[in-house]
């Protein structure tokens, strides 16, 4: 299994974030080699994957029902997303992007 790359050879990692059962926004964390290489908005995903994630999280989100800041991490194989990463509970490292979007 291999994460979908884009034009650049990064493979992205669509992340969004929340605070309680609101989705703050989403953009894509910029991966190569495993390692983190910084963060591009808009995501550049399909509108289909946009909407697919963005209507998954705020499933989960509404069943959940967190009490505080969080986010979801994924990665796109073959152009279908996959949960990789749950946060809740805490500030992640792309909550401060939001504050100077």
Request: hydrophobic content about 40%.
């Amino acid at each position: 299994m291999h994460p979908d790359l884009d034009e650049k050879g990064f493979f992205l990692s669509p992340s969004i974030q929340f605070n309680g059962k609101k989705i703050l926004g989403m953009v894509a964390q910029r991966i190569k080699n495993y390692s983190f290489k910084g963060v591009r908005c808009p995501g550049g995903f399909s509108d289909s994957i946009h909407d697919l994630l963005l209507n998954v999280s705020q499933k989960l989100l509404d069943e959940i029902s967190p009490q505080g800041m969080g986010g979801f991490d994924f990665i796109i194989v073959n152009n279908k997303p996959m949960l990789i990463d749950i946060n809740i509970g805490r500030i992640t490292g792309v909550h401060p992007f939001w504050s100077f979007y």
